[in-house]
């Protein structure tokens, strides 16, 4: 009986942001893999709707109290790389043939005979870094992935959604 669409925490934050601030915000998805986010916030009787909003004004606050009065200098370059990703998980391979995954494959070297077409991208702007994974990278990947210099932000599901990013010590 649920037809409700949400932007959830992320665009209730967003809203509060650009209110208070004046200023248009984005949200990107971290390093967040495998992890459950929204706290409950409100009291007894839960209610979904509010704790969104609760979870989305809590973390403005947060956001809105931070300096970020760095400047950007503005200029802007894009790097992308091409992977093919080993498809062991024979679900995919459905999800590929319902129209679910977009992703292009091809015969090659996995589980399945088959691999997937995917990028992994770099967009600098000034000398802020993002890091646009293909997927949701857990956060101990982090620090496999980026440089130890500069401003380097992990942003998941840039692209398109091959699932999970894990580390490989966790098999």
Not at 10 to 15: E, H, L, N, S, Y
Not at 65 to 80: L, M, Q, R
Not at 104 to 121: A, D, E, N, P, Q
């Amino acid at each position: 009986a649920n037809r409700m669409l949400s932007r959830d925490w992320p665009g209730a934050m967003a809203d509060i942001i650009s209110r208070e601030s004046g200023e248009n915000c984005l949200f990107l998805n971290g390093a967040i893999g495998g992890l459950v986010l929204t706290p409950v916030l409100t009291e007894e009787p839960f209610d979904a709707v509010d704790n969104m909003l609760l979870t989305g004004a809590s973390l403005a606050s947060y956001a809105l109290s931070c300096d970020c009065s760095t400047e950007i200098e503005p200029s802007a370059s894009y790097v992308t790389k091409a992977v093919d990703i080993p498809l062991d998980n024979t679900l995919y391979m459905y999800y590929r043939f319902l129209g679910i995954l977009g992703n292009s494959m091809k015969k090659g070297k996995s589980g399945t005979g088959y691999v997937l077409k995917s990028s992994v991208s770099v967009l600098s702007l000034g000398d802020v870094n993002l890091v646009l994974i293909p997927g949701e990278m857990f956060p101990e990947m982090y620090d496999d992935l980026v440089p130890d210099d500069g401003i380097w932000i992990a942003a998941g599901l840039a692209n398109d959604e091959i699932g999970y990013v894990v580390d490989p010590s966790s098999f």
